[in-house]
């Protein structure tokens, strides 16, 4: 089992910057892709970047590569995503989730993840 807790989300005018946090409990992210997707209102969920924890490779969304960018601190057991340059488009719930890749690969659908945050709440005001 993986218990995941997202926090950092919040209000914040567009071409602000955020970060938000993932920090896992129980088991280590160890062989997992931690991944964060997005849901808007009425949308569907929406990948927006994820990583593989040993090998630390990532693959973005084209909506977000060259604003967003995921890392990790593997002594916290923590994953980040650091928004910049933000527009109203982004406010969405935004949520965390670990799965199995496959071996390098990473996938882009949500089914393929087991454990999923509460998510956070990110407004992008115009």
């Known amino acids: 089992q993986v218990q995941l807790v997202e926090s950092g989300g919040g209000l914040v005018q567009a071409g602000g910057s955020l970060r938000l946090s993932c920090a896992a409990s129980?088991?280590?992210?160890?062989?997992?892709?931690v991944a964060w997707f997005r849901q808007a209102p009425g949308k569907e969920r929406e990948f927006v970047t994820a990583?593989?924890?040993?090998?630390?490779?990532?693959v973005y969304a084209d909506s977000v590569k060259g604003r967003f960018t995921i890392s990790r601190d593997i002594a916290k057991n923590t994953v980040y995503l650091q928004m910049n340059s933000l527009k109203p488009e982004d406010t969405a719930v935004y949520y965390c989730?670990?799965?199995?890749?496959?071996?390098?690969?990473?996938?882009?659908?949500?089914?393929?993840?087991?454990?999923w945050g509460q998510g956070t709440q990110v407004t992008v005001s115009s």
């Open positions: 129980g088991r280590t992210f160890s062989s997992y892709a």
């Open positions: 990583l593989t924890w040993s090998g630390g490779n990532t």
């Open positions: 989730a670990a799965g199995v890749p496959l071996g390098t690969y990473i996938y882009r659908n949500y089914a393929r993840y087991d454990y």
